[in-house]
């Protein structure tokens, strides 16, 4: 995979409960941060879209832990599509310290979009490819998948 550039970054409050006992972040909690990163990048990248009818599902995630978050860190995660298909994409998302941008946790996940009403998968928006594409700054969709 070719050096992906990210666009969209949301800082992250630590909160008191993100520490577990042996005084860093607990591994658990960066699936939040991802979360947080991903809805934030769909809002302002795909708008228009309702998520009342539509959604998008993780298939398959993994996250790959770098270095340890302590409280006093100041931290961000980075959000960026790298790969569109019919119906997935494929997400990487990266959790940095913002004062040195140390790379903590890097992560990689398959979405889906989804019918509500249905409760099936279906074929991704064009609408949402184009938005996708637009604020990535590169056409992203494969042409020859099945997903």
Known sequence: MEEIEFHHSLPIQLRFNDV???????NAVYFTFYDLGKTEYFASVCPHVDWNRDAIVVV??????????????HV??????????????????????????????????????FDL????????ED??????CKFEGR?????????
Not at 60 to 73: G, K
Not at 127 to 132: Q, R, V
Request: overall charge positive; charged content about 25%.
């Open 20 to 26: 577990d006992k042996f005084g860093h972040v607990n």
């Open 127 to 132: 609408e949402w490819k184009e938005a996708i």
């Open 117 to 124: 009403k249905k409760n099936e998968s279906k074929e991704l």
């Open 76 to 113: 961000a995660v980075q959000t960026a599509v790298y790969q569109i298909g019919n119906k997935s994409f494929h997400l990487i998302q990266q959790v940095i310290e913002t004062e040195t941008n140390e790379v903590k946790c890097i992560c990689k996940s398959v979405m889906v979009a």
């Open 139 to 147: 056409n992203l969709i494969k042409k020859s998948t099945n997903k």
């Open 60 to 73: 398959n995630i993994e996250a790959t832990f770098l270095s340890q978050i302590l409280p006093a860190d």
